[in-house]
T-cell receptor, first 113, second 117 residues
Framework: GNSVTQMEGPVTLSEEAFLTINCTYT??????LFWYVQYPGEGLQLLLK?????DKGSNKGFEATYRKETTSFHLEKGSVQVSDSAVYFC????????????FGQGTELSVKP | GAGVSQSPSNKVTEKGKDVELRCDPI?????LYWYRQSLGQGLEFLIY????????KSGLPSDRFSAERTGGSVSTLTIQRTQQEDSAVYLC???????????????FGPGTRLTVL
C-alpha cells in the first residue's frame, strides 16, 4: 500500500542552522506530496506542496523538491529560527482517490536560541 | 472567512459510553475528512465525504465508529462503547473539490481531544 516514512525526531538545532528533514514515500503511481506543520498548541496547516515530479514547493523559507527517481520529498531551510519549532509531517495523496492524506509519523523540531 | 470548527474541544468520557464529535467545514467545501492523531499511531485517515456520501470509509478502525454528513455541511463522528484505545485527538478537514484534477488544500480544524477513562 501507499506509505510515507520520515526521519525520526526529535531534531534539535541552534538558531540559523541548516535544516533537512528526510521524507520518502512508497506509492503506486505519482501522488501529490505535502509538508504540513503543527506549531505548539495550534492545528495542522499546510506548509508547502508539489503535485508532479521535479516541482519545488516553497513557503516561509522552506523548500522541498519532488524527486520521482528517489521517491523523496525532503524538507530544507537554510537558516532556522526559534519560531520554526514545531512538528513537521510529510504526506501524500491521490486526487483520484478522494484526496485523503497519508501521513508520515512526524518529526519534532526544536530550535534553541 | 471562518475556518473549520470542531466541537467539543475536549471530551472526557467513561469506558463503554458513546460519544459524538462534530465538525463544521468551511462553507462551500464539498469534501470533508476525519483523521485521528494518537501517540502510538500518528496521524491516520478515518473517513472521507464527498457531499453527503462517504465513498471511502477504509480508515474506520472498527464497527464502533461511524460518521454521517447532512446537507453537505456538518459532519458527526460517533464512537460507540468507547474504549481506552480510542483516546486521541480527532481532526476534521475540508477541501473544495476541484474540477481541474489538481490537488486543493485541505484545511484542518483545531481537533477534539477525546479521553476515555
Amino acid at each position: 500500500g501507499n506509505s510515507v516514512t520520515q526521519m525520526e525526531g526529535p531534531v534539535t538545532l541552534s538558531e540559523e542552522a541548516f535544516l533537512t528533514i528526510n521524507c520518502t514515500y512508497t506509492a503506486t503511481g505519482y501522488p501529490s506530496l505535502f509538508w504540513y506543520v503543527q506549531y505548539p498548541g495550534e492545528g495542522l496547516q499546510l506548509l508547502l506542496k508539489a503535485t508532479k515530479a521535479d516541482d519545488k514547493g516553497s513557503n516561509k523559507g522552506f523548500e522541498a523538491t519532488y524527486r520521482k527517481e528517489t521517491t523523496s520529498f525532503h524538507l530544507e531551510k537554510g537558516s532556522v529560527q526559534v519560531s520554526d519549532s514545531a512538528v513537521y509531517f510529510c504526506a501524500l495523496s491521490f486526487y483520484n482517490q478522494g484526496g485523503k492524506l497519508i501521513f508520515g509519523q512526524g518529526t519534532e523540531l526544536s530550535v534553541k536560541p | 472567512g471562518a475556518g473549520v470548527s470542531q466541537s467539543p474541544s475536549n471530551k472526557v468520557t467513561e469506558k463503554g459510553k458513546d460519544v459524538e464529535l462534530r465538525c463544521d467545514p468551511i462553507s462551500g467545501h464539498t469534501a470533508l475528512y476525519w483523521y485521528r492523531q494518537s501517540l502510538g499511531q500518528g496521524l491516520e485517515f478515518l473517513i472521507y465525504f464527498q457531499g453527503n456520501s462517504a465513498p471511502d470509509k477504509s480508515g474506520l478502525p472498527s464497527d464502533r465508529f461511524s460518521a454521517e454528513r447532512t446537507g453537505g455541511s456538518v459532519s458527526t463522528l460517533t464512537i460507540q462503547r468507547t474504549q481506552q484505545e480510542d483516546s486521541a485527538v480527532y481532526l476534521c478537514a475540508s477541501r473544495i473539490r476541484g474540477t481541474s484534477g489538481t490537488e486543493d488544500t485541505q484545511y484542518f480544524g483545531p481537533g477534539t481531544r477525546l479521553t476515555v477513562l
